[in-house]
């Protein structure tokens, strides 16, 4: 089955063209990270314009990579949700557009779900049941995965996501936009030696960032960081060190099979490298470009919706607040 995955959820507007759930035949992106950098954070209506200008271009070129024509198609997957309205809304007319003109079948993908979708584009195939750890700037999820479709929801932030951290403290100590990456760069020049607490939320699998941001807010405010690149390594020490254990945890209380990370922070290479080496079972992670929002995922994880017969009428709405569980 050749799939085509359109992605449009937030700030990346995305095509690609993926064969029976796990060969990319092509996986475009069209970033405006430049552009919401202006601003210091993604700006919705500049977003959703952003995707009506990039859409139609992102879909034929990730169909000429792919050397597809719309007769070689099986089937459309696209983000329905979770993400900002605007910017869904622009991803699921276009997908629609395309089912009713073309009469394919039509699904409509979470995102978080496609997010996981990315480990089935690896070398290794996943193996159930499995422990997912989601980590994007809206979420920190841990998924327990016992077959395809089949999610439960073990633990979850309680305020900042993962890559919101990130995003906040690297505004915080003067650090470029996105954040995430700006400390990953920035923490390879440091040491994590400055002391900042660490949310255990003991007895439960759900996890809580915003006292570590606070706690280096403070230190910055208070003139006790004297280097930068030490403060963003005791940061992402900090949160990486929690990530990890809490994870670590659910999956041998679990005992599941595999450790999957997934989601923009998953790109962090710290955070790689602590859990491959600190897990007793094998961690699968896909490679950076898959972490971050790509269209790759949506297809992958869309082809396993048409295996199961799962499939939407035209009737399908955005839903921004959409779960996985
Ligand atoms: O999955 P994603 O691309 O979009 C959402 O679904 O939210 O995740 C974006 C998040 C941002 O917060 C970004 O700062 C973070 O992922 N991120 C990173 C890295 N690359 C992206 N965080 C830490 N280290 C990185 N290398
Ligand atoms: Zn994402």
Redesign the pocket.
């Given at each position: 089955m050749r799939i085509l995955g359109i992605e449009s959820s937030?700030d990346e507007t995305a095509a690609a063209v993926v064969h029976d759930g796990t060969e990319i035949l092509s996986s475009e992106v069209a970033s405006q990270v430049e552009i919401h950098a202006r601003y210091g954070g993604v700006v919705p209506e500049v977003a959703s314009r952003q995707h009506l200008l990039a859409i139609i271009p992102v879909i034929r070129q990730a169909m000429d990579k792919a050397l597809t024509t719309w007769h070689d198609l099986d089937g459309i997957a696209v983000t329905h949700g979770p993400g900002l309205a605007g910017s869904l809304l622009v991803g699921v007319s276009t997908a629609k557009a395309i089912a009713l003109a073309r009469k394919l079948p039509l699904t409509g993908v979470n995102?978080l779900e496609a997010?996981i979708y990315a480990n089935w584009l690896g070398e290794t195939r996943p193996e159930f049941p499995l422990l997912c750890l989601i980590v994007?700037?809206?979420h920190s999820d841990l998924v327990l995965m016992r077959g395809h479709g089949d999610y439960t929801l073990l633990g979850r932030t309680r305020d900042d996501a993962a890559?919101?951290a990130?995003?906040k403290a690297a505004r915080i100590l003067g650090l470029d936009y996105?954040?995430?990456?700006a400390?990953?760069r920035a923490a390879q020049l440091g040491k994590p030696c400055i002391d900042l607490p660490r949310a255990w939320l003991a007895g439960s699998h759900d996890f809580s960032f915003s006292g570590i941001k606070t706690a280096l807010y403070r230190m910055v405010e208070d003139g006790r960081i004297p280097n930068v690149n030490d403060a963003a390594a005791s940061f992402q020490e900090a949160v990486i060190e929690v990530l990890t254990t809490k994870t670590i945890a659910a999956a041998r209380e679990h005992r599941v099979k595999q450790v999957l990370l997934s989601?923009?922070?998953a790109?962090?290479?710290r955070l790689r490298s602590r859990l491959t080496r600190e897990s007793p079972m094998p961690v699968l992670i896909p490679e950076p470009a898959l972490c971050?929002?790509n269209a790759a995922m949506v297809a992958a994880c869309g082809f396993f919706h048409f295996q199961r017969g799962c499939t939407d009428s035209l009737d399908m709405d955005v839903m921004p607040g959409l779960k996985i569980a």
């Open positions: 937030c995102h997010h994007s700037g809206g890559g919101e990130f995003d996105p954040g995430g990456p400390i990953d989601g923009g922070v790109a962090n290479r971050t929002d």
